[in-house]
């Protein structure tokens, strides 16, 4: 049998609530508990090469890559914030890949040690999560441009079949970082240990119409 789930989106119009967005994190969550290495026998499948490297459980590359689609959201540092504390107690074999909201901002794992930061497809690959919000018009376009290009980006091999999957998406140049959560250096301290960049704390709200 040839395993080929790649990726897994749960394609929301309200997760206005902390409650609402633990359970589609969790949700996804359990996709990524499955064993796709079928007790360490499953490998790739290389066309007329036949068999190809075995499946790694704990290589980000091999696992199923996760995404939340909303519509409707808290506000971005709200986002981030849940999310950071959703991870902090699970292995990183089990953090979404990336969070859409499709009418203004987008939250990911950033690399803040980089220079400049640079966005990860892999959330293993960094260090803090991180929101930014898409200025200008064409709100929804952008955002699930920018969910297509983040895909394609983990379904082709780059660097082996040709030039980085992004060249063929229009690039989005307006992002702009409005918050980010440091996650500790250990995944099981405490949660209290994550650090806020971004504004004075609010309540849970949705962003103003």
């Not at 508990?33 to 007329?48: E, I, K």
Request: glycine share 6%; with cysteine.
């Amino acid at each position: 049998m040839v395993e080929s789930v790649v990726a897994a989106i749960e394609n929301k119009a309200d997760v206005g609530s902390a409650e609402r967005l633990a359970e589609e994190l969790e949700n996804l969550a359990s996709v990524k508990r499955l064993d796709r290495t079928g007790g360490g026998h499953n490998y790739f499948v290389m066309d007329f090469h036949g068999a190809g490297d075995p499946i790694e459980a704990d290589n980000p590359e091999h696992q199923v890559w996760t995404a939340v689609v909303a519509q409707s959201s808290l506000q971005p540092k709200r986002v981030v914030e849940h999310q950071s504390q959703f991870c902090a107690d699970r292995p990183a074999s089990e953090w979404p890949s990336s969070y859409v909201d499709v009418n203004g901002f987008v939250a990911f794992g950033l690399d803040v040690l980089a220079d400049p930061p640079e966005r990860m497809t892999f959330p293993q690959h960094a260090n803090a999560w991180a929101a930014a919000t898409i200025d200008g018009e064409g709100l929804v376009e952008a955002a699930l441009l920018d969910l297509a290009s983040q895909l394609a980006l983990r379904l082709r091999k780059g660097a082996i079949v040709d030039f980085d999957a992004r060249s063929y998406f229009r690039q989005l140049k307006s992002h702009r970082v409005v918050c980010q959560f440091r996650w500790p250096a250990e995944p099981d301290e405490e949660v209290s240990a994550h650090r806020s960049d971004g504004p004075e704390e609010q309540p849970d709200e949705r962003p103003p119409d």
